[in-house]
């Protein structure tokens, strides 16, 4: 979490470290020398240290300031929100080190929750998909341990390991605090560069450590055996400055058996060879004219590759400053090198139009090009050691291996992995079960993206019996078909006749495209919708018009309205749950209802803002309108009137989506941030800020995850629901709410816990809800005790008798000295004569006492044995009878435990009927009893019949 603290100037004295605020430098220096019991510093008193503790400590405490006293104080140094003094515990000076480090810590989590609000109550980061790599070049080494290549790719503030045998993803880096300007590998660590830092990863994760020294971003990063180059916008690493305006670093290379030493090549075109162990210029080649923009040893000792900007590529001998060979391509600069080794002596080059060409250096001339290897220009290039394949990457989200076995020589795409090369326009969950993900980018792409693994299977369905999928595009008014079982485009092309031969319609358009709830919705625009069946699709189009097609057959099957639907552009098209009414949104504000098969108007609704979009919840007959103006109704379909209006944005709103069970309406605008409505109550319950406008979102139909797309950001983004594993207070937010800003998940998933999420939301308080044990004197009210306690009572019999032993029991080996034991699911030690008598008084006691009848903790046979024994043949007796009688007409009075009430009165009426009628005084139990239970059963009698009458009419009626 981000802290609004300022900077501070750090001291490290023999037994304390000193943290100094920075504008308080001198007074406190000055002030140390004379008195140093002031409080203008802070610090925290530590026995023993070296540098290591130094760090650690700096590292775990840096969001607080200490107190040279003995207590430890968070002070409102910072000027928190909250903006008070919190007093925490008391230290001595005796402290171990790793005690002062738990206590650090604590208070770190204290002071981050205290300090600083939560973005949202609700979401939090979880993981964000779609990355494979950027325009950073990737990287390639090779574990002896696993013997496997894996390359590195990077994909903005961390990088992603992948096995090059299957483009399997291994692991994913911890996120750095800004983009990765450079990437490279070494024996043992991953060095990225991060602004002016370089951080160097172990198993391609963790952070082992941080370089730090350069005053400027860089840009080159070369390992050097046990050392690292670096080279920064400015400068190299070393103590070897260079002007660029005379000598712009470009790019780096080591030659292979030139101990100390690297070539250096620049802007101007020229080259230069350093021994970097004694900082010393040794020889300076003349170059070509042309920028140098990559460097590449070749198999050959003494030769390097040497690419230009012209487009030359050429091969010198830096021994003797010779060139041995010239090749030219027209594709531009040239953008990387890479070399075979598997005994073909070919040379690949990239180039910035995303072509790669393969030159034959035996006969020095061109031997094959592949044309469109990449959508943009290839960045990172590398052939595998002793391996006919060749791994390439670049700025469109790709990375691809190619393997050498064309007759040509030319190289065939073996297998790739993707994103989005340009932002996605929108997003919707596909299936029921919410781990899949449609995506429709600007890149002219449908993908599907899966929650849980990149390689989870597809299950065969009948929707793949025909297609599933509708999409609009851009400037046209064809709507293609899909299947997503089969990956493909359908075979229908979706147009009227009236747009091919009048000439007014030639710019007509289907402005918006979306598919049913359960399959899928696309594109940026709701204007078209399937049928909850999935065999039709009704399609808007800007003229005004709505069509309805067949998706099996692709057959036209009318149009609403007259001529037209609407006179004006329609927003949006939807189809209830039941195939019965078709609603269509204009641009002019009107909302029209029409009977889906007759296809005639049923009614219309104005609104009062431009219709800019439509989302259907099918489930709760639930519209949400969004206008022009910013605001957003929500229409009841069934009733056709505005239930709830909601304003707060300051921008055009870009989409807007229903929780499972239509509680919460969450709705993005372009002014970046993402709101919760509480449809119930009709309030904001959850807002917050991100980097950039979210174009579209959609919350699974699970429940467990919201799913964005942002404004130039080909990534897709999880933020988990955090009410599904944490209790949050869901209280309305004041009218002068002011969101913050939340940070992006990161390709990793989010490592925050349960813990942490409760310590976050200590500052709310919490009332813990217990339930009224009877919420209405007028409901009857359940047992919470399993069925298996009451509903076999009567039937116990039959239980005993089925379950009953086919052989005697024999007795078990005799061992003196192990107590005897009950066999059991939980082995329990056999009890005494007086112990059981014991026990059996308490639960008769138990069970005399006018106490709830959940609380008696009898088994269905100990609870036979009781209400027999209640006969005068088995030591009852009348008074005791109609005590009982007394004990269920009291329970069914208060219209609690209905259910154990009913079942024990059965029992008892089964086992004692014969003799019930010859007592008198029984038989008036009975009677006032009849007369109870009748009233009870009526009222609920009457509640089921009304329940199941409007069930039957939902289901058979038709509208």
């Known amino acids: 979490m981000e802290l609004r603290r300022k900077k501070i100037l750090i001291r490290y004295k023999k037994s304390d470290i000193c943290v100094i605020p920075r504008e308080k430098k001198t007074q406190a220096q000055g002030n140390m020398q004379q008195n140093e019991s002031k409080s203008l510093y802070f610090f925290l008193a530590v026995a023993a240290f070296n540098k290591e503790v130094q760090q650690s400590l700096w590292k775990t405490a840096s969001p607080l300031f200490f107190h040279k006293t003995r207590n430890v104080c968070v002070l409102d140094a910072f000027k928190p929100p909250v903006g008070r003094t919190v007093l925490t515990s008391t230290l001595s000076r005796s402290l171990t080190f790793n005690d002062s480090l738990q206590t650090l810590s604590s208070l770190c989590r204290f002071f981050s929750f205290t300090t600083m609000p939560v973005a949202s109550k609700i979401f939090c980061g979880y993981r964000a998909l779609g990355y494979v790599s950027n325009h950073v070049p990737l990287a390639v080494r090779y574990h002896k341990k696993h013997k496997e290549n894996y390359v590195v790719t ?46 160097a990863f172990v198993n391609g994760k963790q952070i082992e450590h941080r370089y730090e020294g350069h005053e400027f971003d860089l840009q080159i990063l070369l390992p050097f055996g046990d050392h690292l180059i670096s080279v920064d916008v400015n400068k190299l690493y070393l103590e070897m400055g260079f002007d660029n305006l005379v000598f712009h670093i470009t790019t780096v290379v080591h030659p292979s058996t030139y101990l100390n030493k690297v070539v250096i090549g620049t802007k101007q075109g020229q080259m230069q060879l350093w021994n970097i162990l004694r900082d010393k210029l040794l020889y300076t080649f003349q170059g070509w004219k042309s920028p140098i923009t990559v460097l590449e040893q070749s198999p050959a000792v003494d030769i390097i590759a040497v690419g230009l900007a012209d487009g030359q590529i050429v091969l010198h ?83 691809k291996v190619w393997i050498f076995d064309l007759p040509d020589g030319g190289g065939r795409l073996l297998r790739q992995r993707s994103g989005h090369s340009a932002p996605p326009n929108y997003l919707r969950h596909y299936g029921n079960n919410g781990q899949n993900i449609l995506t429709a980018g600007q890149d002219s792409t449908l993908r599907s993206f899966s929650v849980l693994h990149d390689k989870h299977n597809k299950k065969p369905s009948r929707q793949s019996d025909w297609d599933n999928i509708v999409s609009c595009h ?114 002019e504000g009107e909302i029209k209802f029409w009977r889906f098969k007759k296809k005639d108007l049923l009614e219309t609704l104005k609104l009062q803002g431009n219709v800019s979009r439509v989302c259907l919840h099918r489930e709760s007959s639930m519209m949400a309108v969004s206008s022009d103006d910013f605001t957003v109704v929500v229409v009841d379909i069934d009733t056709r009137r505005v239930v709830r209006t909601f304003i707060g944005h300051h921008n055009a709103i870009t989409d807007m989506t229903f929780s499972p069970d239509a509680r919460w309406l969450i709705t993005s605008s372009m002014d970046a941030s993402v709101r919760t409505w509480d449809m119930p109550s009709g309030k904001l319950i959850d807002c917050f800020l991100l980097d950039s406008a979210v174009t579209s979102l959609s919350m699974s139909p699970t429940g467990d995850f919201l799913v964005t797309c942002h404004v130039d950001d080909v990534g897709i983004y999880l933020w988990s629901n955090v009410t599904l594993y944490s209790h949050v207070a869901l209280k309305p937010l004041p009218s002068d709410f002011q969101p913050h800003l939340m940070a992006m998940p990161t390709s990793q998933r989010s490592k925050k816990d349960v813990q942490d999420d409760d310590e976050e939301t200590k500052d709310e308080e919490f009332t813990d809800f217990k339930s009224p044990e009877q919420i209405s004197d007028e409901l009857i009210t359940l047992s919470l005790l399993p069925n298996s306690r009451w509903q076999n009572l009567l039937n116990l019999d039959t239980i005993k008798q089925r379950n009953k032993p086919k052989q005697p029991p024999k007795a078990p080996k005799s061992a003196p000295f192990f107590l005897q034991t009950v066999p059991g699911l939980v082995p329990t030690f056999v009890t005494t004569e007086e112990e059981q008598d014991d026990k059996k008084k308490t639960d008769l006691q138990k069970f005399g006492s006018l106490q709830s009848l959940s609380e008696i903790e009898c088994g269905p046979s100990a609870i036979d044995v009781e209400i027999r024994s209640l006969s005068p043949d088995m030591g009852g007796s009348v008074e005791v009878m109609c005590h009982f009688l007394k004990f269920i007409k009291h329970v069914l009075n208060t219209k609690k435990n209905f259910e154990l009430a009913n079942a024990y009165l059965g029992l ?22 009849k007369l109870l239970h009748e009233e009870c059963w009526k009222h609920l009698h009457y509640l089921f019949t009304q329940n199941l009458c409007i069930v039957n009419y939902l289901r058979t009626a038709t509208l």
């Open 154 to 199: 990077c994909v903005g503030k961390s990088f992603h390991t992948y096995n090059c045998s299957k483009l399997g993803i291994i692991s994913v880096s911890d996120s750095l605090p800004d983009d990765i300007s450079c990437l490279t590998v070494g024996w043992k660590y991953v060095f990225a560069a991060c602004k002016n830092n370089i951080y």
């Open 317 to 399: 001998n830096l021994k003797f400053d010779e060139t041995v060979v010239k090749f030219r391509q027209d594709w531009g600069p040239v953008t990387c090198i890479s070399f075979r080794t598997d005994g073909h002596p070919v040379m690949t080059t990239g180039s910035s139009a995303g072509h790669i060409a393969l030159w034959d250096l035996e006969n020095s001339k061109l031997k094959s090009q592949m044309r469109d290897a990449h959508l943009t220009s290839v960045t990172g290039m590398q052939c595998l050691p002793s391996e006919p394949l060749m791994i390439t990457s670049a700025a469109d989200n790709s990375v």
């Open 474 to 587: 851009r400037g046209l008014c064809v709507t293609t078909t899909w299947s997503y079982q089969r990956s493909t485009m359908g075979s229908h092309r979706l147009e009227h006749e009236r747009f091919k031969d009048n000439p007014e319609y030639k710019s007509t358009v289907a402005t918006i495209c979306h598919c049913d709830t359960c399959l899928l919705y696309l594109l940026y625009s709701q204007c078209t919708d399937i049928s909850s069946c999935g065999n039709f699709v009704v399609i808007g189009y800007d003229s005004g018009h709505v069509d309805t097609y067949n998706l099996q057959s692709g057959i036209y099957r009318g149009s609403y309205g007259e001529s037209k639907a609407h006179f004006c552009a329609v927003r949006g098209v939807a189809i209830d749950g039941l195939n019965q009414v078709t609603i269509t949104a204009g641009a």
């Open 908 to 929: 008892f009426l089964k086992i004692h009927g014969e003799m019930l009628s010859s007592e008198p005084d029984i038989m008036r139990e009975l009677e006032e009893m």
